[in-house]
């Protein structure tokens, strides 16, 4: 018997064909049956790693320029001509890519999201958490059973026992790769935070953690009021110093170097960590939160944005997913509820909370003081 799988090809089902024949009631509902789901998930790295190459080729921004043929492309990219084809048309059949025409005159373009979105030339440009994971977390996953069995991380730290950012941030060019990453997977709730919490309550602001001082200067840029800095390891500093410049916000953002376990945080009405508790085992996360709730004021807001699992633990894919991912990279890092938040913020101090939902699968956790 064959079963369509996704529509994108076909294999025999084995159980079927090895049967007899007979009248059990089952076998209607085992006809029915469709593995198109645990194949599309099972086999979900084909697609994956074909989107990662795109961008590591620069596809996508090559294409920002217009529409080009196979051919061309092969020439530009340095592709051979037995793969060119299968790759182009994959990434159509993946609605990544538009096609005009078939065959040797057929011209593909962007579509309208990946020439916003992964076009490097332009400032909405996401590609760098997909660069990151194609140089990086590809690999390191093909280590997921080990970590479950083992508990401990499956990246660089496997062979050096470093800590992960001390580890990362030796090179330089692995600290600029992971601050693009960072910008790629954060600017959609940077926004979505901008547009959806009520700043106009609080003058100062602090994001901890802040690396390129992305959302300090999203901040700054839609609420002219504030005032804000972004407090990061020293190593960071300049980084975020020239991002700041670029915007021309010197005069309301201010880069500040320091370590949140070792330094008091610096004092703001609302203080910021995205993506932060995540990277952190239980013990280190309350002692961050602790920190925050210092360095508040009466009435002051902690804001963390995360790919807040739901509370029942049953929909949130890619926070769940995150979740792996930091098992990963730390070993005892984990991802969290909006209801393990705000257990954690109310044994802090913190008077009440509450979960804003922002961009895609990311929320903001709120605690008041
Ligand atoms: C996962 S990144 C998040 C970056 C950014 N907040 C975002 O959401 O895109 C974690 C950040 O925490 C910073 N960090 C790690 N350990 C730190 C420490 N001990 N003190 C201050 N910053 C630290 C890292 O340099 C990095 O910028």
Redesign the pocket.
Known sequence: MLLAVSGLFEMEDATMTDKVPNSDPTDAATEARDPSHIMQIGMGFWASKTVLSAVELGLFTLLGSGPLSGAEIAERLGLGSRAVHDFLDGLVALRLLERDGAGERARYSNTLDTEFFLDGTKPSYIGGILEMANDRLYGFWGGLTEALQTGRPQNEIKQTGHPM?EELYGDPTRLEQFMQA?VG??MGSFHALADKFDFSRYQSLCDV???TA??SIVLAQRHPHLTCTS???PV?KPIAARSIEQAGLSDRVTAAA????ADPLPKADVLTM???LH?WNLERKRQLIRAAYDALPPEGAFIV?ENLIDDQRRENVFGLMMSLNMLIEFGDAFDYTGADFRAWCIEAGFRSVEVLPLAGPASAGIAYK
């Open positions: 950012f960072m997977i954060s953690g802040g690396a992305a959302l407090f990061d390891l960071v320091g370590d949140f376990f995205s993506l932060i990277d944005i």
